[in-house]
């Protein structure tokens, strides 16, 4: 049996795979997490991510401030916007790529359901061109 764990954030950060520092919260690495992720993400203004998708792994996002873009689908056709106090699911396996094109830092909290962050992140540079 495992115990209850605190984290602080801003106590870890690191560069992921999608391009964004993201601080390292809930994860099999930290806490020994076995079936879920959750991390705080901060993208700076004029932030963008690199293409890709979570093999396997569906995704929720909760945006506390800011507004972001999000273009999905096999050729990020599909464009969402969303803002404090909304949420977006991606399901698995769902080519997306977020953009932070105002003023202000987006911040938001992010979950999924592969306890290893950074495990099933699959980039997909193909497709960046195609997000102007």
């Known amino acids: 049996?495992?115990?209850?764990?605190k984290i602080a954030p801003g106590a870890t950060a690191y560069a992921g795979k999608q391009g964004f520092v993201t601080?390292?919260?809930?994860?099999?690495?930290?806490?020994?997490?076995?079936?879920?992720c959750m991390h705080l993400l901060t993208v700076p203004p004029g932030g963008?991510?690199?293409?890709?998708?979570h093999a396997t792994h569906e995704t929720a996002i909760y945006v506390?401030?800011?507004?972001?873009?999000?273009?999905?689908?096999?050729r990020l056709?599909?464009?969402?916007?969303?803002?404090?106090?909304e949420m977006l699911y991606i399901p698995a396996d769902m080519p997306h790529l977020a953009v932070n094109p105002g003023p202000e830092p987006v911040t938001a909290v992010v979950a999924r359901t592969d306890p290893h962050e950074q495990e099933s992140v699959v980039l997909l540079p193909e497709l960046d061109?195609?997000?102007p």
């Open 129 to 131: 061109a195609l997000v």
């Open 48 to 53: 963008r991510a690199q293409a890709h998708k």
């Open 1 to 5: 049996m495992t115990s209850c764990q």
């Open 23 to 36: 601080f390292e919260g809930i994860a099999r690495e930290t806490v020994g997490a076995r079936g879920v």
């Open 64 to 74: 506390l401030s800011g507004r972001a873009v999000t273009y999905w689908g096999e």
């Open 77 to 85: 056709q599909h464009r969402i916007e969303t803002g404090p106090g």
